[in-house]
Each structure stands twice: as structure tokens, then as C-alpha cells.
């Protein structure tokens, strides 16, 4: 045994972590950060190389490492379903799903020669809540059969208690979606069995869920920790909150993006959450200097007497990206993420 040298190969490793830890000295600077804009935005070539990048991303081999993840596209869904216990209802929600929505954005990018940014849904634009019957919502052009995401799903009427644990009424689909570019076969959902992609329109929640006033109220908040809590309010159909819009309006009971662990699996759960990300942009913009350094709420879902997340908190985001501090995230140009709007 030569203990001496056992020692010096440790402490050697010891300087060489303390010396380049690998969060922030490799983070590169934002130079030129894509703008996202809302997908009625977007020229018709824009809206097209989105939907061929996405179509792209799910030809390249899953380098994720979970079971039942195919391709790429999968992988993302993968590491959402499987941290989901985690992730929601809990001080860092917006921003491990803006870490998230910005690695997919990148993965489009750098893997399928994706020039542009990543769109967003703004649904509050289509929603009606004076009229919970409309179906205005359903005919924005996200849902268009060219250039868009497609439509509703076809109906399917039985839905079991085991499908159906909250009873919710009004599923208007259900079944795999109809039309556009993510229809059987040339599109598939993978994770966590092979199934079509599965859409499930709900008018009375679109309606009353995307509610403007709703997103001027989650704006209005003075603080983070209030902030956080405004956009995901209660997990009730009694009380609208603006992040089950684009989960229960277009997903309901049977659709792919209402289920809570799988919905990445519907392409659409970008633009939704690229919507989510915008309020919270506009939401630091208000006080940029405050809000750049600012978070709270619990590390446990609803564990709100107890421990609050801190500006030093890592995000986890499996294979998909090395971990990053809710500090380096609140800021979208400072490097380890590069985007505006
Ligand atoms: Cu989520």
C-alpha cells in the first residue's frame, strides 16, 4: 500500500472539482438570443421548419437511458414523467419547466437545424369565459390541420371511474387525433407504452382556465412566492388556474397533454408551457432588478410550512442537461439559458 500517493491522487481531484466546477465555469455566454414569438406570429416557412424540427427530433435514438423512450422527442417526456412528484406544486415549478421547455427548444436547434425560437401559445387570445360553450378556442390556428398541431381527437364516449377520477364533464374527443402532422403513423407517443397522440377537447374548461383576468392576476403578484402560487393555484376543477388550460381544455380526460406525467408527449405541452414562461417573463419584467434574484415556495409539493427553495437550489433535469441553480435560470439571456421575447 503506498498510503502517501493514495492521498495525493484524492487531494489532487479534490483542487481540480474546487477549480472548475462544472455549472457555472463551462457556461458559455448568450450571444444573439432567439425570440420567441406566439405561433399566429409566425410566416408560414416558420411554421413549417417548427413542425419539421419537431417531426426530426423523434427520428433521433433516445440517449436519455429510460426504459421505453425511443427517440429524442421521447426522452424529454420521459424525464418530465418521471420527475413528476417532484416538479409541481412546489417553489420551483415554473422554472424547472422553463429549464425544461429551453432544452427542447435547444435540442430542436442544435439536433435538427432548427434556426428559429420556440413558439408559444398565448390561449388567453382564443379563450371566451363569458361563453363556456365556445369552441373558438379549438379553431386557432395552433390546431390547424397545415401548418399547426391538428385537431381534436375522435370521440369516444365510455370513460371509466379509473380514467375518470374527478368526474370531469364535457370531453368532447378522446380518441387519436384526426388530422396534421402528428397523426398515426407518421407520429407516434412511445412513452411509456407505444400509443397515437390523444386529444380530448373541453370547452367549458378552455373558456373559464384561459380566462385574461385570470393572467392579469398571476401579473399582479407582488412577490415569487405568490406568483408561483397564482399559476398553479389549487389542483381543482372548482377554481380555474391558468396551467391546467392547456392541459384539461385540450387534453381533459383521455387527451395525452392532460396527463400529468406523460403530457409532453402532445408537442402542443411546448407552446402551452413556452405561454407559461412568457407570464413569467413579463412577470420579472415588472421589477427586473428584484426579480432576477427572487424565489421561495415549498421544495415538497404543498408543503407550505416547510422548506422553501433558495436562489442556490439545482435543478435536475436527468440527461437532458447538466444541473443548474434557480439563480442561473431566472435570467433567460445569462448564458446557461439564452432566449427572449
Ligand atoms: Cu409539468
Known sequence: ?????????????????????????????????????????????????????????????????????????????????????????????????????????????????????????????????????????????????????????????????????????????GGCVKNGPFVTPAFYVNYPTKDCLRRDFIPWIMNSFADPKLVQNVLNQSDYTSFARAIENIPSFDEPNIHGSGHFGVGGVLGTIGNAANSPGDPLFYLHHGNLDHVFWQWQQKDLTTRL??????????????QNVTLDFEINIGKLAGNATLKDLLNTTGGTLCYTY
Open 1 to 173: 500500500m503506498h498510503l502517501p500517493s493514495l492521498f495525493l491522487g484524492v487531494s489532487a481531484l479534490l483542487t481540480a472539482a474546487t477549480a472548475a466546477p462544472a455549472t457555472t465555469a463551462s457556461v458559455p455566454k448568450c450571444r444573439n438570443p432567439p425570440k420567441r414569438q406566439e405561433w399566429r406570429q409566425l410566416s408560414q416557412t416558420q411554421k413549417k421548419a417548427y413542425l419539421d424540427a419537431v417531426l426530426c427530433l423523434a427520428t433521433k435514438k433516445a440517449k436519455s437511458g429510460i426504459a421505453g423512450a425511443v427517440n429524442r422527442f421521447d426522452d424529454h417526456q420521459a424525464v418530465h414523467s418521471n420527475q413528476t412528484p417532484n416538479i409541481h406544486w412546489v417553489g420551483h415549478f415554473i422554472i424547472w419547466h422553463r429549464y425544461f421547455t429551453a432544452t427542447y427548444e435547444k435540442a430542436l436547434r442544435n439536433e435538427c437545424a432548427y434556426t428559429g425560437a420556440q413558439p408559444y401559445w398565448d390561449w388567453s387570445l382564443d379563450a371566451e369565459p363569458q361563453n363556456p360553450t365556445s369552441t373558438r378556442a379549438f379553431d386557432s390556428e395552433v390546431f390547424q390541420p397545415y401548418l399547426g398541431f391538428g385537431g381534436n381527437g375522435h370521440f369516444i364516449a365510455e370513460r371509466t371511474p379509473e380514467q375518470n377520477p374527478l368526474n370531469i364533464t364535457g370531453g368532447t374527443g
Open 293 to 306: 434574484n427572487q424565489v421561495g415556495g415549498p421544495i415538497i409539493p404543498f408543503d407550505y410550512s416547510g
